[in-house]
């Protein structure tokens, strides 16, 4: 399977501010995804990162507070902007298409806001 | 959209006994179905999945059921060990896995020595 990697693996930060999250692909994928997954709690998707135009957002999740990119078929990142306690989650990238038919998960960033 | 509902939120077995896991879903345009076994602090790695055109599939120990009509699926492990004690994500979508997921809330599997 693909080589999934994120950056960065941990961070803390204070509210209002923003964190970038990147997802790298060592080989060339069809879909990449964005879920969140909040202590204790199961997955959900926030958005499908579409290469070379704006990310299909899942009712709930908008792009003024998750702004996504995907200037290629093995990079994407997921902003989140203006965070508050409530963005505490682990946020991983998942991909499909690059060998087999079917998703595989990057090792998640584990987010902390205070 | 999707809903997926996963039973029970907690299994415990011993040693040795099978553990079975249930989940239905919602859309009956959905056409697979992952399972996901999540160790604490990692990310979530697939076990096996099943497409709509079958109805079983095994890999050893793990196998998949899936009945279309009632729109239902579960996972079967056999003869269990301490290291299948995890958390389990069974999930369903469209496109055959090229759509995101929708996830079931998980199950707490304990294997008790």
């Known amino acids: 399977s693909a080589v999934i990697s994120q950056k960065p693996s941990r961070d803390i930060c204070q509210r209002g501010t923003s964190l970038t999250i990147q997802c790298q692909v060592d080989?060339?994928?069809?879909?990449m995804f964005w879920y969140r997954q909040q202590p204790g709690q199961s997955l959900t998707l926030i958005a499908t990162?579409?290469?070379?135009?704006?990310?299909?957002?899942e009712s709930g999740f908008v792009i003024d507070k998750f702004p996504i990119s995907r200037p290629n078929l093995t990079f994407s990142t997921l902003t989140v902007s203006n965070m508050s306690p409530e963005d505490s989650s682990i946020y991983l990238c998942s991909v499909y298409g690059g060998s087999g038919d079917t998703q595989y998960f990057g090792p998640g960033t584990r987010l902390t806001v205070l | 959209g999707e809903n997926v509902e996963q039973h029970p939120s907690t299994l415990s077995v011993q040693e040795g006994d099978s553990a079975v896991i249930k989940c239905t879903y919602s859309?009956?345009?959905?056409?697979?179905f992952p399972w996901y076994k999540q160790e604490l602090g990692k990310r979530p790695q697939l076990i096996i999945d099943?497409?709509?055109?079958?109805g079983e599939k095994k890999d050893q120990r793990i196998a998949v059921t899936l009945n279309k009509t009632a729109k239902h699926f579960s996972l079967h492990i056999t003869e269990t060990q301490p290291e299948d004690s995890a958390v389990y994500f069974c999930a369903a979508t469209r496109g055959g896995g090229a759509d995101g997921l929708t996830f079931g809330k998980g199950t707490h599997l304990i294997i008790q020595p």
């Open positions: 080989s060339q994928v069809t879909m």
């Open positions: 990162a579409n290469q070379g135009s704006e990310a299909t957002y």
């Open positions: 099943i497409r709509s055109n079958v």
């Open positions: 859309d009956s345009a959905s056409n697979y």
